[in-house]
């Protein structure tokens, strides 16, 4: 079991970083992939980014290329979304989730989550 606390969060301002950090119990979490989801109010939650078994395998939602990246470190058990260029449209609650190697993107193929912790940007 790979199961991750999220944090981070909090209130920024449009064109701010924020760095969100996710660190995970369990001594298999080199062999997860880990990803990063957000739930805004209202709306269903979505895939942000994920980084496989092998750290330089990443995607991102397209809406977040190029501003956000994501990086694990093994011996921390840690996962890392780094966020640039915030726009209002990024405040959602975050979700760190994990899943064996592969990447994946949708919620349901992840098997653990943390709590959530919130990005709220304002205009």
């Known amino acids: 079991q790979v199961r991750p606390v999220e944090s981070g969060g909090g209130l920024v301002q449009a064109g701010d970083s924020m760095r969100l950090a996710c660190v995970a119990s369990g001594h298999l979490f080199s062999t997860y992939a880990m990803g990063w989801f957000r739930q805004a109010p209202g709306k269903e939650r979505e895939f942000v980014a994920a980084?496989?078994?092998?750290?330089?395998?990443?995607d991102y939602e397209d809406s977040v290329k190029g501003r956000f990246t994501i990086t694990r470190d093994n011996p921390k058990n840690g996962v890392y979304l780094q966020m640039s260029r915030l726009k209002p449209a990024t405040t959602a609650v975050y979700f760190c989730?994990?899943?064996?190697?592969?990447?994946?993107?949708?919620?349901?193929?992840?098997?653990?989550w943390g709590q959530g912790t919130e990005v709220t940007v304002s205009s």
């Open positions: 980084i496989g078994e092998i750290p330089r395998d990443t």
């Open positions: 989730a994990s899943r064996p190697r592969e990447i994946g993107y949708q919620p349901w193929e992840y098997h653990y």
